[in-house]
Nanobody, 122 residues
Framework: QVQLVESGGGLVQAGGSLRLSCAAS????????MAWFRQAPGKDREFVAT???????YHADSVKGRFTISRDSAKNMVYLQMNSLKPEDTAVYYC????????????????WGQGTQVTVSS
């Protein structure tokens, strides 16, 4: 069992930055892929970014060039650096862990955090 806890969300003005953190505890396998998803009010949960523990990363087109996923394997931490934030980035952001494919689908992940709210004002 793996427990994931997100932190770092908050209120920020458009153009600002936030850094989200995801702390993993419990049994974590080296081949697990980590990811960030987000869900805005009235919208489906959507893929944001993913990273393997080898360092290979992929970002959704909607955030590419603005968001960067990273990890510190020694600390069992995953991060999402969010720059140039837009009001449409407002959502609850979730950390996820899994080893299945495809990497951009919710069903591929076995473990989820509780989410952290990110609100971007205009």
């Amino acid at each position: 069992q793996v427990q994931l806890v997100e932190s770092g969300g908050g209120l920020v003005q458009a153009g600002g930055s936030l850094r989200l953190s995801c702390a993993a505890s419990g049994r974590t396998f080296s081949r697990n892929t980590m990811a960030w998803f987000r869900q805005a009010p009235g919208k489906d949960r959507e893929f944001v970014a993913t990273i393997k523990w080898t360092g290979v990363r992929y970002h959704a087109d909607s955030v590419k060039g603005r968001f960067t996923i990273s990890r510190d394997s020694a600390k069992n931490m995953v991060y999402l650096q969010m720059n140039s934030l837009k009001p449409e980035d407002t959502a609850v952001y979730y950390c996820a862990a899994g080893a299945s494919t495809p990497w951009d689908l919710e069903a591929a992940y076995d473990y989820w955090g509780q989410g952290t709210q990110v609100t971007v004002s205009s």
